[in-house]
């Protein structure tokens, strides 16, 4: 596989096979028959899958966006080839067993073939991703029929799917649902109510469409704990699975979206005649622990695309950067002298810079997020437990950090560029539009903040932030020996002290009784923890590097500098930022909390 | 006038009279006709020009952009039909004087009126916008027929006006554009060139377009100092000014925008055929002078109407946020209790601030800077003397720091309004991306940035930076001498301090002959004098709201509540990073400026 207008290569290998070593889930027994040569094959195949089938027709989808024509949704046909062609290349069972057909890969490997996917065409890739997500739920919680009827199907590639849980007046508050799920005498349910910001939520793609609805059943109850979970198909089928009737699920409106337009986002309402056949999925009352099951793989899904954007216009700037000659240095007085290349200039190669170290910064959270998916399936039960507690800590800064720095990166991309950049001839700016929905969807990124400071930082007495601070400590102490990093290592390990005292500093002010104004600073802690986070995942990236220049050749040897050099600029520029951050969390800052509506 | 969507009232008359006292102009024997009540005339005419006229196409012009019909420019009829309300109303003579038919206004009033109609419609209003500046310039530098002949017909509304600078080979480095001028016997020129990236390039809207067009005559000197200013009209006009034929002037092709697409952006070719006419503007090769004359006025210009879609997007989601009621506060356990207003969320107040922190206080800067423009033509020499200097120092400020931190407020609009905000049934996105070329244009920021540090506040021994120091410290006197305010004047002289020290030590790093490693950082220099300069404008805001408290009625007690509440937000969260842009900039932090292009 070589370079590509989706990815640097060479710091694909690095992250999997330098920094997380992914060969070795080759150990475990699921994995055994793969090898490096197994998951790079998978991944080359994503790649050329999404530079031939994906990438073309990203900027017509942007220009020709879904539209309803007599009530029925249109597409622009390359949607439906391009998925034909995932489809057919096994991608949607990339994960699945090799009796069912599927590729039976780690969850770390099928993130990485989802990027190539979502780096070419984040509008495209939503179409398999939520079928895929909704087989999942089915596999995990659905009963036999519900598997041979409605998984199975997606799995194949011939249906669809979606998740349908906001509403226009709840947005992200599943508490105030209205959709309502009446139980019928045959064990089914009649469900009425409006579901908005359904993506993917109608169109013509496959043969059917499995919606997963969220809905209260009379009687259950309230908020959150009365929430169940529904599979409302767009056609009814028979035992045999054959399509009998439509089932009354009508679509209402399209959102018209800044960006990721290729992917149709719709107002569906259900019931509307009365006639809205639904069946719940496990137990009553339990819809929201289904979901929430698969929404933090979605979440980090999310993370992971919006670096993918972060990616994509990172090193399209770059390629500009070194091809476009513009200006002279400031000391460089003689107008007959040439141009130098864009990248000559300090500013600009700071915002290049800077896009590296939040890019692959991200990236490389990513990629750990989804391996410690793999080692929560580890046959040690210490190993499964702490990736557990990881995962669950990680999870909300891979979405919130993640999409929040690779939308600042493609502000960036977008600067460098100029005039160029701001137009629709070139494509950065409308990565800038397709990145701009990752802090809002899937739990916008201040849920994510409140999730992150709230819950996952405190439960089990703190123990996920504990594991994450040994684990830099570890690192610390590795890097430290490194004479060239040990200033760097000493930097992060008071950021990691700083960023436990903070957090017991929180606990002490939730134990009293103050908990909003404790939380009131969580978007702070977001800073502190994922700078944190990523400065470790640097250190670590330099502590390879370090250690691999001796010997390295030419090209080598100016990667693994590069990779030093971002070290060096995140620990210089960015990390210092956490000192702020932690003393607002950590006295609980409270002009913006003592701020009232009138004084606006 | 009352409150609109463009504009807080009581805000505004704060600004104007209570911050900036810019009544006291009428004290100049120009405006001693005028008063407060003259000024919110003219005010609340362009306010409401600019919601009737402006404002409704605003969307329409962004979904229908202009396009090429048979070699010509179509734009939507509102847009024609906005400009000659704005032509009668005599907005184009706005600052003109009396005897010629104009306001007689001060340029810091002219700026406010203009700021109605931005707001409403960044791209309508950018083509009297230019070619006001067109005018200026000619009236400035024109000879007496050639203000005859194209300065007077732009005044009067009938003929448009543009600047072209840039070519496709030379965006930001105009000493590399290439365009000739060809002496001719009769005194005039033949131009052959191209011009990229013209606002209001080629239109219908008026009779003639006034082109000012940089180009070197052949045999003058290398670079900038060798760059000519040519009027060069689209319609060649006789000695009485009737059109004779058309000039050999090429639309070659439109630029598709990320936003303000009303404007059409063009791609000009002049003197194809070899017979484009242009006429020398006063004496050769000094046209770069005569274009920054207007230039610095136009950056404020752009700072400001960035400020405005800022303000637009943050007064939106203010309302949003008081409307809509979502979610419960994290200690609220009862799924029965009503959902709370988006605003009483701690995180969404953070986001409200925020914006109001950024948008006021950029505001207040540019309303500050348009005060000095007119504050340079007072009586006394020494007020003259010290406007001049501020101005040229704070010009790259707020059209670089006004730019970047109206489009972050932009991001946070789009935030709170969560899904909503990602579509274009909500003007958020909108206001994102018509003020997303802001940062880009009339220099870009980068630009702006080694213009601040390089040139600004290096000049006359650092005399404006000197100034703005001083102005600072009275500022800290008068704050200091008030109790609840003291710490923040303590803070802020403390950051005055800082920000001395690390200019002279930049200054003694470029005397030491390491010009381009004292340039690398300058963009955290804007940093660093923005966040102060904003930081001394809320302090003052501070100061007269914490005496105006006294005595005040309900609304205006909560009002100047809420101007308090800003400041204590501002020096809290955002002056304490001025900490490490100084260190940054004063230690000239190396990492960006000694990465190499081949370690990327």
């Known amino acids: 596989m070589s370079s590509s207008p989706l990815i640097d290569r060479r710091h694909l290998d690095f992250m999997l096979y330098e920094l997380l070593r992914v060969d070795s889930l080759t150990g475990y027994a699921r994995y055994a028959e793969h090898s490096r040569e197994t998951f790079d094959a998978a991944i080359e195949l994503a790649h050329q899958l999404a530079v031939s089938k994906f990438l073309p027709h990203n900027r017509k989808s942007d220009l020709h966006e879904p539209h309803m024509v ?22 949607m069972a990339v994960l699945a067993d090799y009796d069912d057909g599927g590729m039976q890969l780690p969850f770390v490997i099928g993130a990485v073939c989802d990027c190539m996917f979502s780096a070419a065409n984040p509008s495209t890739v939503a179409y398999p991703a939520l079928a895929r997500g909704a087989a999942n739920l089915l596999e995990a919680y659905g009963d036999e029929q519900q598997k041979r009827l409605y998984m199975k199907p997606i799995v194949d590639g011939r249906y669809y799917g979606t998740m349908c849980l906001s509403e226009p007046q709840a947005g992200s508050s599943l508490a105030d649902i209205k959709t309502v799920a009446e139980p019928q005498a045959d064990g089914s349910y009649r469900l009425s109510g409006a579901k908005m910001w359904i993506s993917a939520g109608d169109h013509e793609l496959g043969e059917n469409i499995v919606h997963l609805v969220l809905a209260k059943i009379p009687g259950g109850p309230a908020g959150v704990r009365g929430i169940s979970l529904f599979i409302v198909p767009r056609w009814r089928v028979d035992d045999d699975g054959v399509r009998t009737q439509r089932n009354d699920v009508r679509l209402a409106g399209l959102n018209h979206k800044m960006g990721q337009r290729g992917s149709v986002n719709t107002f569906l309402k259900f019931g509307e005649a009365g006639d809205c056949h639904g069946y719940l999925v496990g137990e009553p009352h339990q819809g929201l622990s289904y979901m929430f099951h698969m929404m933090n793989e979605e979440r980090i899904g999310v993370g992971l695309g919006a670096v993918q954007q972060g990616s994509m216009a990172y090193l399209y700037s770059l390629q500009y950067a070194r091809e476009r000659h513009q200006g002279r ?25 800077q896009q590296k170290c939040w890019v692959e910064g991200a990236q490389a959270l990513g ?23 990881l995962l669950d800590l990680l999870t909300p800064i891979i979405k919130a950090w993640g999409s929040d720095y690779s939308l600042k990166a493609n502000e960036l991309a977008i600067q460098i560029l100029g005039g160029y950049g701001y137009t629709r001839e070139y494509p950065v700016e409308q990565c800038y539009r397709d990145n701009r929905i990752n802090p809002i969807h899937e739990g916008t990124n201040g849920i994510q903040a409140l999730d992150l400071l709230g819950r996952k930082a405190m439960m089990h007495n703190g123990a996920a932030l504990k594991l994450l601070l040994r684990e830099i400590g570890l690192t610390c102490a590795d890097a ?25 500093a929180v606990g002490r002010r939730m134990a009293a009784g103050e908990v909003r104004l ?3 600073n969580a978007g702070h802690y977001m800073t502190l923890l994922g700078h944190l986070t990523i400065a470790w995942l640097w250190l670590r990236q330099a502590a ?8 390295a050749n030419a090209a080598d040897t100016a990667f693994y500098l590069g990779k030093l050099q971002a070290c060096r600029f995140f620990f210089a520029t960015e990390l210092p930022q956490i000192e702020l951050a932690a003393r607002l969390v950590g006295e609980a800052e409270p002009s913006a909390y003592e701020m009232r509506a009138e004084w606006f």
């Open 518 to 520: 404790a939380l009131a």
């Open 70 to 91: 007599d009530g029925k949704v249109e597409l622009i046909p390359e949607i439906g080839e391009g998925l034909r062609a995932f489809n057919e290349a096994g991608f």
């Open 544 to 551: 390879i590097a370090q250690r691999a220049l001796a010997g």
């Open 329 to 353: 240095h400031p000391d460089q007085k003689d107008p007959g002298s040439a141009p130098v290349a864009l990248i000559e200039h300090a500013d600009v190669r700071r915002m290049l810079l």
């Open 480 to 504: 430290g020996s490194l004479p060239e990093l040990s200033a760097l290592a000493a930097q992060l390990q008071a950021g990691a002290k700083l960023a436990g005292e903070t957090t017991l």
């Open 367 to 389: 990629f750990y997020t989804a391996l410690l998916v793999d080692q929560g399936r580890d046959p040690d039960e210490t190993v499964r437990n702490e990736s557990h507690l």
